[in-house]
């Protein structure tokens, strides 16, 4: 009962505090990418935004393998996909600049998507069919030209249960058509901070792996299975292999 009652209180502190940086973070966003649309102030903004939420939650958040990274690279980055916090998370840790596959629906919340939009985040239509796939596939060229890296949760979705789900293929075959490499990276004790389909948030410990980049140059079509099966393994065994994380509230 306690620390039911608590996890609401920490839940509550973390969106008064998230909400109103949002929409600030949003704000200045718009305005600087009015003046400079790819300004480096755009990545110190959403890095202070993730951190925040990892602050107001009280999550400690742990980044392992920055050597494996160079920060001046673009990467496919991939992950599995836990919670909503996952991106906090992601923007908090990585090192370098990295845009996000949204699904279009973000877009249309009001000053959120159109910060979303102006910042270069790439739209998802999943109702376009054959249009969507040309309109990822330019919206991640122009990223990756950008210097940026694409941040790309291959599972599609969360999954309910917390078990990975297979990967999709399109994370890999952008990688392949870019030439560029694919980051993996595991995410461990997110679902035990925000629980999907809940509001609950309790404070906890949330651990980003990064990973050896795989190099895709020279790769054929027929070999992207190959790609995707490997970083599914790389990620599968760092969460397996992840010491459990009592989580509370504090």
Not at 58 to 80: I, Q, R, W
Not at 177 to 183: E, Q, R, S, T
């Amino acid at each position: 009962m306690m620390r039911s009652l608590l996890s609401g209180v920490r839940a509550a502190l973390t969106f008064a505090v998230g909400i109103p940086i949002t929409a600030i973070c949003a704000v200045m966003v718009i305005l600087i990418t009015l003046v400079r649309p790819t300004s480096p102030v755009l990545d110190a903004i959403a890095r202070f935004w993730g951190r925040t939420w990892c602050w107001a939650s009280g999550v400690k958040l742990v980044v392992e393998g920055l050597e494996h990274v160079e920060p001046n690279k673009a990467y496919v980055v991939v992950s599995n996909h836990r919670s909503a916090f996952d991106i906090f998370a992601h923007f908090a840790a990585m090192p370098f600049p990295i845009r996000f596959l949204a699904k279009s629906e973000l877009f249309k919340i009001p000053l959120f998507g159109m910060a979303m939009s102006r910042i270069g985040m790439v739209e998802v239509d999943r109702k376009a069919g054959r249009a969507a796939h040309y309109a990822i596939n330019e919206g991640a060229r122009k990223t990756m030209e950008r210097g940026w890296s694409l941040m790309i949760y291959p599972e599609g979705t969360r999954p309910r249960d917390g078990v990975m789900l297979p990967f999709k293929k399109g994370a890999f075959s952008i990688a392949r058509k870019l030439g560029a490499p694919i980051l993996p990276t595991a995410i461990i004790g997110s679902r035990a901070v925000w629980k999907p389909k809940t509001k609950i948030i309790r404070s906890g410990r949330v651990t980003v792996k990064i990973m050896e980049p795989i190099p895709t140059e020279g790769v054929r079509i027929y070999e992207v299975d190959g790609l995707r099966n490997r970083a599914h393994t790389q990620i599968g065994e760092a969460v397996d292999q992840a010491p459990l994380v009592r989580h509370g509230t504090r």
